[in-house]
């Protein structure tokens, strides 16, 4: 079955700190990565996205691909508690064009 | 402008009622998305179409029943629910399938349904 594991957390880090979100996946195949942020009792927003292995940023976020290693990361730089919330890891995998696989997602802490 | 939108944003009915949740897009994307999710769990795909054609179905109940009327709408109607089956219900589209290519999927703000 194809897999995308995240720790669950809570993950608490101090405002200010990078916070750094880890997400790893079973279908060597994947093409595409995505990482979602849920506020509690909200939907998922789209916060990055990559294909090419190395590093990606935007503004404070930076997301990185290792494909060899089937893992993708979020580093989130000079946290803050507007951060705090889950993020969810999702793939685009070898079946179907369209289906993205999503972990079970990483709480966020920022504390103050 | 990266806006989903949905229809209403909560809901509450009985096992005999029927409903329909609504969801539109202005982005000119060609596939859109039927989710839903449960509390502390990530989002569960139950319906795709493109091209305004019925394209994914995940083995989603009949008492579930998706409708595209063009490619800027998508609903889905709901008859004879069961109380496990109030969830947030998510809407989403993407510019197309993502064969070969990085589409991405943008969600609306979801439905909150509660079936009592």
């Known amino acids: 079955q194809k897999e995308v594991e995240q720790n669950s957390g809570p993950l608490s880090v101090p405002e200010g700190a990078i916070a750094s979100l880890n997400c790893t996946y079973s279908?060597?195949?994947?093409?595409?990565f995505f990482w979602y942020r849920q506020y509690s009792g909200k939907s998922p927003e789209l916060i990055m996205f990559?294909?090419?292995?190395g590093d990606k940023e935007d503004g404070r976020f930076t997301a990185q691909l290792n494909k060899a290693s089937q893992y993708v990361s979020l580093l989130i730089r000079d946290s803050q508690p507007s951060d705090s919330a889950t993020y969810l890891c999702?793939?685009?995998?070898?079946?179907?064009?369209?289906?993205?696989?999503f972990g079970t997602g990483t709480r966020l802490q920022v504390t103050l | 402008d990266t806006e989903v939108t949905q229809t209403p944003k909560h809901l509450v009915m009985g096992m005999t009622n029927k409903k329909s949740l609504k969801c539109e897009q202005h982005?000119?994307?060609?596939?859109m998305y039927w989710y839903k999710q449960k509390a502390k769990k990530p989002p569960e795909l139950m319906f795709v179409?493109?091209?305004?054609?019925?394209?994914i179905n995940e083995s989603v109940p009949s008492r579930f029943s998706p409708e595209c009327p063009n490619s800027s709408l998508l609903n889905l109607h709901l008859h004879a629910l069961q109380p496990e089956d109030s969830a947030l219900y998510l809407c989403?589209?993407?510019?197309?399938?993502?064969?070969?290519?990085?589409?991405?999927?943008?969600f609306g703000p979801g439905t909150r349904l509660t079936v009592t």
């Open positions: 989403a589209s993407s510019q197309d399938l993502g064969r070969g290519q990085i589409y991405e999927q943008y």
């Open positions: 279908d060597r195949g994947s093409q595409s």
């Open positions: 990559i294909y090419s292995n």
């Open positions: 999702a793939v685009r995998g070898t079946g179907t064009a369209s289906k993205l696989t």
């Open positions: 982005m000119g994307h060609r596939a």
């Open positions: 179409y493109s091209y305004e054609k019925l394209s």
